[in-house]
């Protein structure tokens, strides 16, 4: 895809840093930047713990579970914790470990 002079996306398949950042950035906590390099796993690890939290916090907010007391509302507030804690390190490591993830997806390094 090319807009003005910057081709994002280019189509003989490398992987490009400024993509995978850009991904990164909007939707990093979905996973869309692992999916976008090739790394199913990773991606589905991120869709199922940060990804689902923000699912959560917009349908608390959706639904007013926010104003009920009890079990519900601590179900909710331990789920969207849970996936934040175990979510946002790992999104923060990725963005520190970035390049050799690119590397990785266009075939310049290999796992020892």
Not at 28 to 48: A, D, E, P, S, W
Not at 50 to 78: E, M, N, Q
Request: aromatic letters at 16%; hydrophobic letters at 50%.
């Amino acid at each position: 895809m090319k807009v003005g002079n910057l081709e994002f996306f280019p189509s003989d398949k490398t992987k490009r840093f400024q993509d995978a950042l850009i991904c990164w950035f909007f939707l990093g906590t979905f996973g869309i930047h692992q999916f976008y390099l090739g790394n199913k796993k990773r991606g589905l690890y991120f869709l199922l713990t940060s990804g689902v939290s923000h699912f959560l916090v917009f349908s608390a907010i959706s639904t007013k579970a926010l104003h009920s007391d009890g079990p519900l509302l601590r179900l909710y507030f331990g789920v969207i914790l849970l996936g934040y804690i175990l979510g946002v390190p790992v999104l923060l490591w990725d963005l520190i470990r970035m390049p050799i993830h690119v590397k990785r997806a266009n075939g310049e390094m290999h796992l020892l």
